[in-house]
């Protein structure tokens, strides 16, 4: 049977309904693009669908050119399982040689990988995946419907400690057993995979785009993944030492599927340097040549590395630092007091402060305005006074409250400013920084503390992620039976007009239940020198490896 | 001769036993082994669970049990895990073997390679600590503490090296032109910056250093402020700075030391003999006051040798060069308990060694010196 190719057929009817949004001004271009391509109408298709040319692949039309080493700085984390992974660090090193089903791009679409397309029925409750044909796993084995099955077989196991991907892909799994139910996934044949969830959802290409879900061989069975490297990705680990470095090597023995379909690889060797969470220490390695590129400029080095002559690359993200509360920590299980904490911060001023203006202001309920389905609302009160009397009527005028973070220069930055306007609303507050190494053994158990979120396509995703009750990353320990009820039925429909409506009730509660300060939004940095290319930073930091090039030295 | 060198083993041993468990104590204390418990199994667990991981991983029983297994005069504990399946310390893989199988190696060499898997409980040695060869796990670098260590004092090794090599012949050289004339203008100025460099610590040079030479903010630039790249191929541009904040620290110290004892030779009656015989200063300087002169540098060379290694954790961590310091301070900051111990044994030896080579050495630079008579 031939592999049915739903993209040249007629787009899904619900992409052609956003397109007459992004015509009415109710959808921006980039949220269409990654509906209309989530739907599975091809990104070229989508910018027609919008009476637009496709961009060129690259902004630049120079030819890229094979070979070369590229070094970067990056944390070099100890690889596990990846369902399991929760650092992007980590999904970056094995990228080498773990590819995706789909990936995002910068701007905001969803490319084709391991699959060759993907179509979702009216309601969103049934998916039809055409895998994609003649790529083949480093060690020989052929690529099939079995793999994609095993794979979300793995990830929709939820009796797996720390496996973050199950409650992604919560309509695959049987709430009794925690595991998936066999009969949702179908395999049609060697090439095509039915999905029937149990609920509508709209996300599920999306997530399986998400860093965690790299696809690994049936052989893998937890453990090290570089131990014994199966994946259909072009390079081969050849270092690796956890808070040393990690290097990536073109393996000569395989044909990578990829090199027909999207180009590349081009570099022969990707070194990735730990020069741990202080921002000097590389630039001082940038200053002395040991680097190519950074893995995220920060703060003011954004004008250190313009003035040493590196090429700046910006993406615009739902990226963001969250100054949470843990609910289960007193003082912070009373509402009162979070809301006086919240009353008394301008997140203006944070975003002035802690990130030189390099944002947009945010307004403490964790929906980007790039979010499809964001709901405007009346902007956060500010009022100190209103802040030092409310804690006082709850009881905690003389308390002294402990902000902590990371020694990372922005992150204490903001919290230094968050901090400082408690302070002059007249409450008493301590702050403590501490080292990386330290601050990321509890960061889920600090009373109060601030952690950096990476952004999601969806607005519904970040919240499924981390205010959903009792998910695995729900720093906040937030637990409201009526935002989980709400948040279930945002999350089953497609139509971003319609969800806008039940995203106004959950924004509320996050803002009325006083769960975060979430000052700002946050855009992303990277530095490279002029020699490198297709390493612009990325929304989610993926690493495109494959797109990645240097000029020859002169 | 030999009974002194007994003697100072045995005060070897003693101090690494009592180091070692003042370590082993700190790194057991309760909320420490609830982090590891908690980074291990996840953030989340509860007070019953952190106490059921700790129970299932051996860190249950009694501390001084613990400190016998990791000695390995005790027999190493056994359990099981949540599956059923029997795990203990000495069933952990030896050195990772597997670990190198490459692709082409298949799906046969699946499950059971995997790191965690080590040898059969029955073949599996009862004892496994350190008289056993078997230095633990180190949690953070995901290594055997063996290879971790050995790669740290590798590092530090040519760090060190270097260090010396531009220190002792520097400070010689400092200390003997500033004391074979006391009190003149050349001693002043040498003294002056041996005094110096010796009060400046290396947190201080280090930074001035790299501000100074190595960013743009001078646009000197001569030298990198990074030595990661030192690792592999050190050169001249990456590990200068490094190698001289720890060589100006240290060699202030022996250039004073050594412009004593020249200065105290020089008034020696054999020295005002030697000169009134008619032989040239210079000569004498050379071949009759130089030889008794370096007695006591020698002795504050080998005693610096410890001191040095705590410029080592500043520097090694300023300049991002993972040898030993860089290590134990990675090991501190996340309570590694294996990877502490072991850095803490490779001390005590380092500093004690050190200790009985300058005692040897002083025996055989001066022969009025007798080791070993009482």
């Given at each position: ?125 049934e998916w039809v995946l055409s895998v994609r044909q003649g790529v083949t796993w480093n060690n020989g084995d052929p690529f099939t419907a079995e793999d994609v099955a095993h794979n979300l077989r793995r990830w929709c196991d939820g009796t797996v400690e720390g496996n973050s991907m199950a409650a992604r892909f919560a309509g695959l799994v049987d709430p009794a057993t925690n595991r998936m139910r066999e009969e949702a996934v ?369 | ?246 060589a100006l620290y240290g060699m202030g110290y022996v250039a004073r030391m050594t412009r004593a004892a020249m200065a105290e030779v020089m008034t020696a009656p054999y020295i005002r003999a030697a000169r009134l015989k008619g032989l040239s200063f210079r000569q004498v300087v050379l071949r009759h006051a130089l030889r008794n002169a370096l007695i006591a540098p020698f002795t504050v060379v080998m005693l610096q040798i410890p ?68």
């Amino acid at each position: 049977m031939t592999p049915r190719r739903p993209s040249a057929r007629a787009p899904h009817p619900a992409a052609l309904m956003h397109a007459g949004e992004v015509r009415a001004g109710r959808l921006s271009r980039r949220e269409f693009l990654t509906r209309a391509t989530a739907l599975g109408v091809a990104s070229g298709a989508a910018y027609g669908l919008l009476g637009l040319e496709a961009p060129a692949g690259a902004q630049d039309a120079a030819t890229p050119v094979p070979g070369g080493t590229l070094r970067m700085n990056m944390e070099t984390r100890a690889l596990k399982d990846p369902r399991t992974w929760d650092w992007s660090e980590i999904a970056n090193f094995a990228r080498g040689w773990l590819d995706y089903l789909a990936e995002y791009q910068a701007d905001g679409t969803l490319r084709p990988m391991l699959l060759e397309s993907w179509e979702a029925n009216a309601d969103a409750t049934e998916w039809v995946l055409s895998v994609r044909q003649g790529v083949t796993w480093n060690n020989g084995d052929p690529f099939t419907a079995e793999d994609v099955a095993h794979n979300l077989r793995r990830w929709c196991d939820g009796t797996v400690e720390g496996n973050s991907m199950a409650a992604r892909f919560a309509g695959l799994v049987d709430p009794a057993t925690n595991r998936m139910r066999e009969e949702a996934v179908e395999i049609l044949d060697a090439a095509t995979v039915r999905l029937r969830l149990s609920a509508p959802d709209i996300a599920v290409v999306a997530n399986m785009a998400d860093y965690p879900a790299a696809v690994v061989h049936r052989s893998y069975d937890g453990g090290d993944p570089a131990a014994s490297p199966i994946g259909t990705g072009p390079y081969l680990p050849e270092v690796n030492e956890v808070g040393v470095r990690q290097v990536l090597v073109r393996n000569p023995d395989h044909a990578w599927w990829g090199t027909a379909v999207h180009g590349g690889p081009w570099l022969d060797r990707i070194e990735y340097i730990d020069y741990g969470t202080d921002p000097a220490a590389v630039l001082a390695a940038a200053e002395s040549g040991e680097i190519d590129a950074t893995y995220q400029t920060n703060g003011d080095f954004i004008d250190i590395y313009d003035s040493l002559g590196w090429a700046k690359s910006e993406a615009i993200t739902a990226s963001t630092l969250a100054v949470r509360f843990n609910q289960r920590q007193p003082p912070y299980d009373s509402r009162e007091v979070r809301r006086a904490l919240q009353m008394a911060v301008d997140n203006a001023v944070v975003l002035e402060l802690g990130y030189s203006d390099r944002g947009l202001v945010a307004e403490n309920h964790h929906v980007c305005p790039i979010h499809p389905e964001y709901a405007e609302l009346p902007p956060p009160v500010v009022d100190p006074a209103a802040a030092r009397a409310a804690l006082e009527a709850a009881g905690h005028g003389a308390t002294e409250f402990e902000l902590v973070s990371l020694d990372d220069s922005f992150q204490a930055a903001t919290c230094d400013a968050v901090a400082a306007q408690i302070r002059d609303a007249g409450i008493a507050i301590r702050r403590t920084v501490l080292p990386g190494s330290t601050f990321w053994n509890d960061w889920l158990n600090y009373p109060f503390s601030a952690t950096q979120w990476a952004m999601r396509p969806l607005g519904v995703q970040t919240l499924n992620l981390a205010y959903k009750s009792g998910v695995a990353w729900n720093e906040t320990a937030f637990a409201n039976a009526e935002f989980d009820a709400a948040l279930a039925e945002a999350s089953s429909i497609t139509d971003a007009e319609a969800r806008r409506a039940v995203m106004a009730r959950l924004q509320r509660i996050l803002q009325d239940e006083g769960v975060v300060i979430q000052p700002y939004w946050l855009a992303l940095y990277r530095h490279a020198t002029p020699r490198v290319r297709g390493a612009e930073q990325h929304p989610i930091y993926e690493h495109h490896h494959y797109k990645w090039w240097m000029e020859p030295a002169n | 001769m030999l009974r002194l060198l007994l003697r100072r083993l045995g005060v070897l041993l003693g101090a690494a036993v009592a180091l070692t468990f003042v370590v082993f104590w700190l790194t057991n204390l309760p909320p420490n082994l609830e982090r590891i418990a908690r980074s291990e199994a996840g953030t989340r667990i509860s007070e019953a669970e952190v106490a059921g991981w700790l129970e299932r991983n051996g860190y249950g029983r009694p501390l001084l049990v613990r400190y016998g297994e990791w000695l390995g005069v005790l027999p190493g504990w056994v359990g099981m895990d949540g599956d059923g399946n029997p795990r203990g310390r000495c069933l952990r893989a030896g050195d990772g073997a597997g670990r190198d199988a490459g692709p082409e190696s298949g799906p046969e060499s699946g499950p059971e390679s995997g790191p965690e898997s080590g040898p059969e409980p029955a073949e599996a040695p009862a004892r496994c600590g350190l008289l056993q060869g078997d230095w633990g796990w180190s949690r953070v670098f995901q290594a055997e503490v063996r290879d971790v260590v050995a790669r740290g004092l590798g590092h530090t090794a040519k760090l060190m090296a270097w260090v010396l090599v531009v220190m002792v012949p520097s400070a010689l050289l400092l200390g003997v032109l500033a004391g074979m004339r006391e009190g003149s203008g050349l001693d002043r100025a040498l003294s002056g910056v041996a005094v110096l460099t010796a009060a400046t610590p290396e947190y201080v040079s280090g930074v001035v250093l790299v501000a100074v030479f190595a960013s743009s903010a001078t646009g000197l630039r001569w030298f990198n402020g990074s030595a990661t790249s030192a690792m592999e191929d050190a050169t001249l541009a990456n590990f200068t700075l490094p190698v001289l904040t720890i060589a100006l620290y240290g060699m202030g110290y022996v250039a004073r030391m050594t412009r004593a004892a020249m200065a105290e030779v020089m008034t020696a009656p054999y020295i005002r003999a030697a000169r009134l015989k008619g032989l040239s200063f210079r000569q004498v300087v050379l071949r009759h006051a130089l030889r008794n002169a370096l007695i006591a540098p020698f002795t504050v060379v080998m005693l610096q040798i410890p001191w040095l290694l705590n410029g080592v954790v500043i520097v090694e961590t300023l300049f991002n060069y993972k040898g030993f310091g860089w290590t134990l301070v990675e090991a501190a900051g996340n309570n590694d308990i294996d990877l502490l111990l072991g850095v803490s044994v490779v001390s005590v030896v380092v500093v004690l060694l050190t200790q009985m080579a300058s005692d040897l050495g002083y025996a055989l630079l001066n022969p009025r010196i007798r080791l070993g008579r009482g």
